[in-house]
């Protein structure tokens, strides 16, 4: 839902928040009960296997977080819930309990893929990812409002509300 402001628009996502990977997931699942399998060996196994096995699971632990930290530095930039503040040359968005505000540079080319907002900096790297409008004239709105255009009759099929 989008609802105009004195500077901008207040536009609530409707996507999704990002989850973990079922993979890793299950993965850590597994790190848990060979936890307990090592606790098992240790006091039933010989001291050799007992150290082999607590070796096996710190290095599954340390595969682990390398994978999870990887999976968190590709979700950043990502947003597709929440409520997104959107001035010209700026936006807001406040999403799980975290506020983030972020300024735009002139060189940063805002493109729209689908209904899905893509800021990309100069040098071709992408920036963030902005899904979940509720539709494509919303998208478009956002667009043009972080552009500093103005609204023009194509963004004209927004829906009203009093609150």
Excluded: C
Excluded at 4 to 19: E, F, M, N, V
Excluded at 21 to 38: K, Q
Excluded at 124 to 143: H, M, N, R, V, W
């Amino acid at each position: 839902m989008l609802k105009l402001t004195d500077d901008g628009a207040k536009i609530h996502l409707q996507g999704q928040s990002p989850t973990a990977d079922n993979g890793m997931f299950w993965f850590g699942a597994a790190l848990l009960v060979g936890a307990v399998a090592v606790a098992v060996a240790m006091s039933l196994l010989s001291e050799r296997l007992a150290i082999g096995a607590l070796a096996l699971l710190i290095i599954g632990s340390f595969i682990f977080n390398v994978q999870r930290q990887k999976q968190k530095k590709a979700m950043n930039g990502m947003i597709n819930g929440g409520v997104l503040w959107v001035r010209a040359g700026e936006f807001v968005h406040d999403g799980q309990g975290k506020r983030q505000h972020v300024q735009l540079v002139d060189d940063d080319d805002i493109t729209l893929v689908d209904e899905q907002l893509q800021i990309i900096g100069l040098d071709g790297t992408p920036k963030y990812y902005i899904s979940g409008f509720d539709s494509l004239q919303e998208a478009k709105a956002a667009q043009a409002i972080m552009k500093g255009q103005a609204l023009s009759k194509r963004h004209a099929n927004i829906k009203m509300s009093s609150d």
